[in-house]
């Protein structure tokens, strides 16, 4: 059994929520971003209220689509005037999206929990520093710096893999593992250095890691984050990130019936009532 922070996720578990909170202005959903005092302990109020297990802060958006590299020293700060905050009001279990190490660091030094690297381990050279320092509990997305080609699957389990070992030369031990197979960071071009490069279709891509999530995940729980993104507006062809709520609940359902563990959100309320009608019809 994996715990996550102080909270127990996979096997037998209920699918958990990590609820979102951006702090960072570039964000690709607008509706996501709070950046004042107020704003920030409604929104954690609301989320927890509403049944999220973790919260999520972000603050540097690594949308693939988008230019909004930020300083690191902006980043850290957006994140720890959100930190404290949250535990001004909150004990929820707090998660730092970031693949750099010094925010985490920093982040981790105010009594954060776990830090969600996109990277998996592989963009800062010196973030294994910090992981080993302070063995956090970690979400492991998969990544390459280079141009990947093959199946999907297949692949993703690799680039998780590699994660792992990285993870485990920090000295992290399993328990305190979760997988991210980056729905919506494999694309054939970006304006960031935050994605995996791809030849093939990046729609299909991201469709067939949904499909084959048991498959993915091994002896590790899988975390799934597909709130809002692009490859529902896609199919949808819906541009503005706000009209894919209803394509973001099919794709969470859809997603436990075939595995997910945790469901990062914008819409924890929302998504609390899919995944509990999900999990009920799960085989």
């Known amino acids: 059994m994996s715990r996550i922070a102080n909270v127990c996720v996979g ?40 049944g999220a297990d973790f919260i ?45 190490a010094k925010p ?39 990544f390459d710096t280079k141009t990947v080609s093959g199946n999907p699957v297949s692949l993703t389990k690799k680039l998780l893999q590699e994660s792992i070992k990285l993870a485990k030369k920090s000295h992290v031990s399993s328990e305190k593992i979760v997988l991210d197979p980056s729905v919506g960071f494999f694309r054939k071009e970006g ?17 067939k890691v949904i499909q084959n999530l048991n498959s993915i995940k091994g002896d590790y729980p899988i975390l799934v984050s597909v709130s809002n993104k692009s490859f529902l507006g896609e199919i949808l062809q819906k541009a503005d990130p706000s009209d894919r709520l209803i394509g973001s609940l099919a794709a969470e359902a859809i997603s436990v019936i075939n595995g997910a563990d945790i469901i990062r959100t914008h819409n924890v309320n929302l998504t609390k009532e899919v995944l509990t009608i999900a999990s009920k019809l799960k085989k």
């Open 56 to 100: 999520d802060v972000g603050g540097m958006s690594t949308a693939p689509y988008l230019s909004t590299l930020v300083s690191e020293k902006t980043e850290s700060k957006r994140i720890l005037d959100a930190v404290k905050i949250i535990q001004d009001v909150s004990n929820i279990p707090i998660s730092v999206d970031t693949c750099r």
């Open 191 to 207: 304006k960031g250095p935050f994605f995996t490069k791809i030849k093939s279709d990046w729609v299909k891509r991201d469709l």
């Open 104 to 142: 985490a660091r920093d982040a981790l030094e105010h009594g954060v929990e776990i830090i969600n690297d996109i990277s998996g381990l592989k963009y800062d050279k010196k973030m294994k520093d910090v992981i080993l320092d302070f063995s956090p509990s970690l979400i492991l997305c998969a």
């Open 11 to 50: 096997g037998k578990n209920p699918v958990r929520i990590m609820g979102i909170l951006n702090t960072s202005p570039e964000s690709f959903y607008k509706k996501s971003i709070h950046t004042s005092k107020t704003e920030i302990k409604n929104s954690i109020k609301e989320m927890e209220n509403d």
